[in-house]
Nanobody, 115 residues
Framework: QVQLVESGGGLVQAGGSLRLSCAAS????????IDWYRQVPGKQRELVARITSGGSTNYADSVKGRFTISRDNAKNTVSLQMNSLKPEDTAVYYCYARASIYSYWGQGTQVTVSS
């Protein structure tokens, strides 16, 4: 069983930046896919960014050019650098990791962007 713990959320003004971190209790090397999702009340959880074990990345159109996902296998962490934040980025952000038939979610971290 692997635990994922997100951190780095908070309140920021529009145009500002935040860096989210997802720390795993075990090695992330075996995770083929690690994602960041976000969710606002009343809406479905939305995939924001993905990084594969090979380092390939994908982003939602709404965050392309502003967010960057990265992983540090040595530190068992995945980060999401968020720049030029907008009020519509306000959400709870979750880390998700999948390896074979196993998948794990973190507890989420709140990001609030004020206008």
């Amino acid at each position: 069983q692997v635990q994922l713990v997100e951190s780095g959320g908070g309140l920021v003004q529009a145009g500002g930046s935040l860096r989210l971190s997802c720390a795993a209790s075990g090695s992330i090397v075996s995770f083929g896919v690690i994602d960041w999702y976000r969710q606002v009340p009343g809406k479905q959880r939305e995939l924001v960014a993905r990084i594969t074990s090979g380092g390939s990345t994908n982003y939602a159109d709404s965050v392309k050019g502003r967010f960057t996902i990265s992983r540090d296998n040595a530190k068992n962490t995945v980060s999401l650098q968020m720049n030029s934040l907008k009020p519509e980025d306000t959400a709870v952000y979750y880390c998700y990791a999948r390896a074979s038939i196993y998948s794990y979610w973190g507890q989420g971290t709140q990001v609030t962007v004020s206008s």
